[in-house]
Every structure is written in C-alpha cells, then in structure tokens.
C-alpha cells in the first residue's frame, strides 16, 4: 500500500490531468483522498482536474462540429442517447452544460451532441468552464474533506471484499435503469 501511495503521490498529478480529459471523478476523489493525507496538494488537483476536464470536454465539442461524419459513425449505436442529450439541452437550456458534469453516462456525450448543433463555442466554453470549476471544487473538496470517512470506508471494503462488486452493481444498475428509462421510445 505504502509503495502504490508514493506512487501517486509521484505520478498522481499527470494520472490526474490524463484522467480528468474524459470526466476523471474518480482520479479527483483519489486526488482529494491523498491531499487528506498529506501526500498531494489539494489546491493543485483541484486546478489541474479543473483544467484537464474543460480541455477535455472542449476537445470534444470541437470533434464533434469539426468531424461531424466520423462522429456520426460513433452516434449510429447512441441515437436515443443523443437525441436525449439535444432533448435536456432544448429543455434546460445552456446550464445542462455545467450539470452534465455530474451525471454518468452524459459527462462526455453532451459536448459531443452540442457540437453536432450550432451553438457557438465561445458560449459552450464560458459554461463548461463554469461547470469545470464547479466540479473539480466540489468533488475534489468533498473528497479532501470526507478524507477521513473515505479511508474508513475502503478499510471496510477491504475487510470484506465481497462488498464492492455488490455496490457497484447497485450503483451500476440504478445509472443503467435512469439512462434506459430516459432515453426509452415513448407511445
């Protein structure tokens, strides 16, 4: 464990920024967890998750109005999906942007579904820094601040290994049944 620690508290920056290009949640909590240690600087993380993620989701944007027809080959198995993401978009307006950071399953879809559209880029990149910033503050803090519960938890998990997949399906299932609901044919 000591070995894996200074592992990342070396290299837990870089891992941080590659992870946070395509959401990174779980690389941020592991961030605020090892600033709660002492092994890493929470104020770094949080600036580097935040950027990482706005450049990411940017990236995406600007594949995705730039590369329309390869895109399109990647949207023929997500149609529901994208016409949902259009959908939550028309309905909650521009601030979808900054709360599909939090949602699994739409965190990297709804850049590239916008950037199909022709909403303007400089507009999508005020909100997805604003959703960035929100983000990386939020899950990085909460994480830097439950520090203490979180270890006790994966001390729990570690007790008794059997635990973690059973959480994972719940929580896996319940995403799965919201996205299959939302997105499902209605009539």
């Given at each position: 464990?000591?070995?894996?620690?200074?592992?990342?508290?070396?290299?837990?920056?870089?891992?941080?920024?590659?992870?946070?290009?395509?959401?990174?949640?779980?690389?941020?909590?592991?961030a605020?967890?090892?600033?709660?240690?002492?092994?890493?600087?929470?104020?770094?993380?949080i600036?580097i998750?935040?950027?990482?993620?706005?450049?990411?989701?940017?990236?995406?944007?600007?594949?995705?109005?730039?590369?329309?027809?390869?895109?399109?080959?990647?949207?023929?198995?997500?149609?529901?999906?994208?016409?949902?993401?259009?959908?939550l978009?028309?309905?909650?307006?521009?601030?979808?942007i900054?709360?599909?950071?939090?949602?699994?399953?739409?965190?990297?879809?709804?850049?590239?579904a916008?950037?199909?559209?022709?909403?303007?880029?400089?507009?999508?990149?005020?909100?997805?820094?604003?959703?960035?910033?929100?983000?990386?503050?939020?899950?990085?803090?909460?994480?830097?601040?439950?520090?203490?519960?979180?270890?006790?938890?994966?001390?729990?998990?570690?007790?008794?290994?059997?635990?973690?997949?059973?959480?994972?399906?719940?929580?896996?299932?319940a995403?799965?049944?919201?996205?299959?609901?939302?997105?499902?044919?209605?009539?």
């Open positions: 464990m000591d070995d894996m620690l200074n592992n990342l508290s070396t290299y837990g920056y870089i891992v941080l920024f590659l992870y946070s290009l395509g959401g990174g949640f779980v690389a941020l909590l592991g605020g967890v090892l600033s709660f240690m002492g092994k890493m600087d929470i104020s770094l993380s600036a998750a935040m950027i990482a993620n706005f450049i990411g989701d940017s990236l995406m944007f600007y594949m995705s109005r730039y590369h329309k027809r390869e895109m399109m080959e990647y949207f023929k198995k997500h149609r529901r999906k994208l016409a949902f993401s259009h959908l978009l028309k309905r909650n307006g521009s601030w979808i900054v709360v599909k950071k939090f949602i699994y399953g739409l965190k990297t879809l709804v850049p590239l916008i950037g199909l559209t022709k909403y303007d880029f400089w507009k999508f990149s005020a909100y997805n820094a604003i959703g960035a910033a929100i983000w990386a503050v939020v899950v990085g803090g909460g994480s830097y601040l439950f520090g203490g519960a979180l270890i006790k938890a994966y001390d729990l998990i570690s007790d008794k290994p059997y635990l973690a997949p059973i959480m994972l399906v719940i929580i896996g299932g995403t799965w049944f919201y996205l299959s609901s939302a997105t499902k044919k209605k009539g």
